[in-house]
Each structure stands twice: as C-alpha cells, then as structure tokens.
C-alpha cells in the first residue's frame, strides 16, 4: 500500500507532476555540484526531466492523455535505488495516475 494517493483533480496532477520536475531539477544541481557522489545519476538525470517536462507540457497545453502503457521514465524509476533517485515513489504516483485515472473522490 502506497503513502501517497493518486490525485482526484487535474490540477492535483500538474501540481504533482511538476513537484517532481523540481526535485529532478534538484538533482541535476546536486549532481553538478558533487559529480563523485551523484555520478551514478549523471547518466539519467537528462532523460528523466526532459521526459517530466514533455508531460508537464501536455498537461498545462490541455494534450494530455491518461494511457494504460507506463510512462517513458518509468524505465529509469525502475532501475534507479532510491539512494541515487529519492522521490522514486512520487514518479510511480504520476506513473499509477498516468494508467489508472485520477482517483475517485470519496462519498460523504
């Protein structure tokens, strides 16, 4: 079970989304600052936010889809640990409302 919820509206979704744009953003820099440590990110840090930015894009041009195929950076998710790749589990939720819709709102 996942601490996070997927997002009920489309503007909790772009937010989401681009929260993790910010935190690649933040790792690129932290890459670029202490390239010994971070250098294992090195190799994926590029294709993850320019995949973040194309689907952030989307969803501020009104384009976006929800699909039922994983998103192009789940590769990277996937073979990344969460030492090198930290919010791993705020990419899986873009990725989980991305497939599975926004979440339903709960009845009262």
């Known amino acids: 079970m996942s601490l996070l919820n997927r997002p009920a509206t489309m503007d909790a979704y772009k937010e989401l989304v681009k929260s993790a744009l910010f935190d690649a953003e933040e790792l690129k820099s932290s890459i670029e600052y ?25 969803l501020e041009s009104g384009e976006y889809e929800f699909g039922t195929e994983n998103l192009p950076f789940m590769n990277i998710v996937e073979t990344q640990n969460n030492l090198v790749l930290p919010f791993k589990p705020v ?15 709960a009845e009262d």
């Open 91 to 105: 990419l899986r939720m873009i990725n989980d409302t991305h497939t599975k819709g926004l979440e339903a709102a």
């Open 34 to 58: 202490d390239m010994e440590f971070m250098e294992d990110a090195d190799g994926f840090i590029a294709p993850l936010e320019n995949s973040l930015r194309a689907l952030y894009a989307s």
